[in-house]
């Protein structure tokens, strides 16, 4: 298993919420019970080390509405306890107003963003909206794959991933930021 790599960790807190407004951030995946969930577990995990959660504001939704209250996936969650990543969420849809209420919008694979972006079109908003994917910085993969229906080992490709990907869009949106 990789070590989760972070960026630098400043002295103490930044003066985030003076200086400039929480960076919003939602991860989206097909039901909110897999990857997404994860993904925003993975991105909190990284903030409460590096001393950042009060610089940001992070959630995760499906494009579908099939797991609507559900926690996530119990296979994700032992994945992700394993690793010391708590999963705080319940499943959700995105919504409209989602296009508004977040900076970034990170989809999981190709029909999450195309479907997000379809959404886009119908109610327009200032979200950024790309693919988590494209922050990695060791590992590669065109997509962060559904592991729903597949073994334990899927889970845990999931989260080699996820903590790559989250790693590089935390260095990036820091950036973003003017704080690196």
């Known amino acids: 298993m990789p070590s989760m790599p972070t960026p630098q960790s400043p002295s103490g807190p930044e003066p985030c ?8 951030v939602l ?11 994860a993904a925003e577990g993975v991105f909190l995990h990284l903030l409460a080390e590096a001393e950042l959660a009060h610089c940001f504001r ?6 579908g509405g099939w797991h609507v209250g559900h926690r ?9 306890e394993r690793r010391g990543i708590h999963l705080p969420s ?5 919504e409209a107003a989602d296009l508004q209420r977040f900076d970034h919008i990170l989809t999981m694979d190709a029909d999450n963003l195309a479907a997000v972006q379809r959404l886009e ?3 327009p908003g200032g979200a950024r909206i790309s693919p ?18 597949g073994g334990e080992d899927g889970f845990e490709r999931v989260l080699d991933l996820l903590e790559d990907a989250c790693a590089g869009l935390l260095e ?4 973003e930021r003017g704080q690196s």
Do not use: K, W
């Open 72 to 80: 996530a996936d119990r296979r994700m969650l032992a994945a992700a």
């Open 90 to 94: 319940r499943a959700r849809q995105i």
């Open 172 to 175: 990036d949106l820091l950036q």
């Open 58 to 63: 992070v959630d995760s939704a499906g494009t």
């Open 17 to 24: 919420g003076a200086q400039a407004p929480p960076t919003r």
């Open 27 to 37: 991860f989206v995946c097909m039901g909110n019970i897999c990857r997404s969930p």
């Open 132 to 149: 988590l994917i494209d922050h990695c910085r060791q590992l590669r993969s065109h997509e962060v794959p559904d592991p729903y229906y």
């Open 121 to 123: 079109r119908q109610a």
